[in-house]
C-alpha cells in the first residue's frame, strides 16, 4: 500500500460515534459525534464536512475501514452499509476492525487489556487483549457480554489489568474497589505508555475511528478485502431478536 493514500475510517459502535480521515499514517481530520443524535440522521452529512474542511470529496478516498462490532446493534448496521456502499461504488478497498480490538489499541502498550463497552440490560462486551510497544493487537481470548461483576471474577486472578473503554469509564468505582480488595495497586491514566503492576483505568479515545483507522492500515497489508467480507461482529442477540 503506498503511504500516501487517503484512509476514510468510521466508528458507529459508540452511541457518539467517530470518524476519522488519515493520509498514510498521518492524521488529516477528525470529527467525534453526538450521543443524542442517531448515526443515521449525521453520518453522511457528518463525512462530507470532515472532507470539505481539507479540500476533499468522498471520491478523494483511497481505502475505507469501519468499525465491525460489537456495539449499537443499528450503529453498526448504519457504518457498515455505508463503507459497503461507498467502496462498492467508488471500487475502492475496505478493512473491517473489531470495536473491542480498537479500544485495546487506544489504551496503549499493556500485557492484559480488557476491553469494555455497554451493551445494555447492564451487561458490557469484553474481550482480554494484549497490545505490544508497536501497537499489535493480539486477542487473547473471545468477546462475550457479561455484568460487570462476572468481569472481575473472570479477570480477579490477572494482577496487571489495563482496564479500558467506556464500560470501564461507566464502572470506575467497581474496579477501583475490587483491585483494593484483591490487595492490588490501583490507578488512573489518559493514556498507558507501558505494562506495570496492578489495576489501571484508561480515560476512553476521544476518536475511536482514529485507532480502527490505525489497526486498518496493517490488516489492509495482510489480506484482500472486498465489500462482501465485512460482517458485523453483534456478539449478542439484539433485543428485538430476544422478544421473538
Not at 470518524?19 to 481530520?29: F, H, M, T
Request: hydrophobic residues 40%; aromatic residues 4%.
Amino acid at each position: 500500500m503506498e503511504s500516501q493514500q487517503l484512509l476514510l475510517s468510521l466508528e458507529t459502535a459508540t452511541r457518539a460515534g467517530s470518524i476519522a480521515l488519515l493520509k498514510g499514517s498521518d492524521v488529516l481530520a477528525l470529527s467525534g459525534g453526538d450521543p443524542e443524535v442517531s448515526h443515521s440522521n449525521t453520518l453522511l452529512a457528518d463525512t462530507d464536512i470532515l472532507l470539505s474542511k481539507v479540500n476533499l470529496t468522498i471520491r478523494h478516498i483511497d481505502i475505507f475501514a469501519v468499525a465491525t462490532g460489537p456495539g449499537s446493534f443499528t450503529g453498526l448496521r448504519i457504518g457498515i452499509s455505508t463503507v459497503k456502499a461507498l467502496a462498492e461504488t467508488l471500487h475502492r478497498p475496505c478493512v473491517g476492525v473489531p470495536t473491542l480490538e480498537a479500544i485495546a489499541h487506544s489504551a496503549g502498550p499493556s500485557d492484559f487489556t480488557v476491553s469494555l463497552l455497554p451493551a445494555g440490560r447492564g451487561e458490557l462486551f469484553v474481550q482480554l487483549f494484549s497490545t505490544s510497544s508497536e501497537g499489535v493487537v493480539i486477542a487473547l481470548d473471545q468477546p462475550a457480554h457479561l455484568s460487570p461483576s462476572q468481569i472481575i471474577e473472570k479477570y480477579r486472578t490477572l494482577s496487571n489489568i489495563c482496564w479500558a473503554g467506556d464500560g470501564s469509564d461507566l464502572y470506575s468505582d467497581l474496579i477501583r474497589e475490587s483491585a483494593i480488595q484483591k490487595g492490588y495497586q490501583f490507578t488512573e491514566a489518559a493514556r498507558i505508555e507501558e505494562s506495570t503492576d496492578g489495576w489501571r483505568t484508561v480515560k476512553p479515545a476521544s476518536n475511536l475511528a482514529q485507532h480502527v483507522a490505525s489497526l486498518a492500515l496493517s490488516r489492509l497489508q495482510e489480506m484482500d478485502v472486498t465489500p462482501n467480507d465485512l460482517r458485523a461482529i453483534y456478539v449478542r442477540p439484539s433485543d428485538a431478536e430476544l422478544k421473538l
